[in-house]
């Protein structure tokens, strides 16, 4: 059971330079989100999706873009990569929003130089 | 707005020792609480929940209680080990209150010693 999968797992980037990062749920579930981890700051939401084709905006989200175009696949998108999103970032999903329990990924790490 | 208060870290413990993570909330309607524990270099998953006010989440042999009047969700463990070492986060979902999103606490790192 893959559940939830992100990738890359690890990435370094210039300060300017772009990149994409992949969730991939192979459980169906309607709801995705993107989390960035920092020390002493918890998770913090960036974007979020309730369905294919959808997308929203969290708590943090200037800097970072994100699509959903298949239900099973939600992108995390840094146009201007700045050191300032030097974190660790985590997908996760669930099936309905009432439920609450999210299905979270085994998380991104990245710098920015 | 929602919002989860959890007590700072980090919290070092001996082997065996009583656990208590205290977390309190705010929240507009009637929300469900939830635990969730990051192991090191593993994402979150979740510890236990509760839906409604009185009910008790357990799981591996942690423990906490809904308490409506005192807005808490406090984590305990009668005897912890080593490793039960890990990052644990309290959490709310209020859908009643028009949010699909989990509102997390800022985390508690809790180090066991042998």
């Known amino acids: 059971n893959a559940g939830v999968t992100q990738t890359p797992k690890f990435r370094v980037l210039k300060t300017g330079q772009s990149m994409t990062l992949l969730c991939a749920q192979d459980?169906?579930?309607?709801?995705m989100y993107w989390y960035r981890q920092d020390p002493g700051m918890g998770l913090r939401l960036i974007h979020y999706?309730?369905?294919?084709?959808?997308?929203a905006k969290g708590e943090v989200p200037d800097g970072y873009n994100v699509s959903r175009l298949k239900k099973q696949n939600f992108l995390l998108g840094l146009e201007s990569a700045a050191p300032s999103q030097t974190s660790v970032y985590f997908c996760?999903?669930?099936?309905?929003?009432?439920?609450?329990?999210?299905?979270f990924g085994e998380g991104s790490r990245l710098t920015v130089l | 707005g929602n919002s989860v208060t959890q007590m700072e870290g980090p919290v070092t413990l001996s082997e065996e020792a009583f656990l208590t993570i205290n977390c309190t909330y705010t929240?507009?309607?009637?929300?469900?609480l939830f635990w969730y524990v990051q192991y090191p270099g593993e994402g979150l998953q979740l510890l236990l929940k509760?839906?409604?006010?009185?009910d008790k989440g357990s799981n591996k042999g942690f423990e906490a209680t809904y308490r409506k009047e005192t807005t808490s969700f406090h984590l305990e463990k009668g005897s912890v080990q080593v490793s039960d070492s890990a990052v644990y986060f309290c959490?709310?979902?209020?859908?009643?209150?028009?949010?699909?999103?989990?509102?997390f606490g800022k985390g508690t790192k809790l180090t066991v010693n042998p």
């Open positions: 996760a999903s669930t099936p309905w929003r009432v439920s609450g329990e999210l299905f």
């Open positions: 459980m169906n579930h309607e709801y």
């Open positions: 999706s309730v369905g294919e084709g959808t997308t």
């Open positions: 929240a507009t309607g009637y929300p469900s």
């Open positions: 509760a839906t409604k006010a009185d």
């Open positions: 959490a709310l979902s209020d859908p009643q209150g028009g949010s699909e999103k989990l509102v």
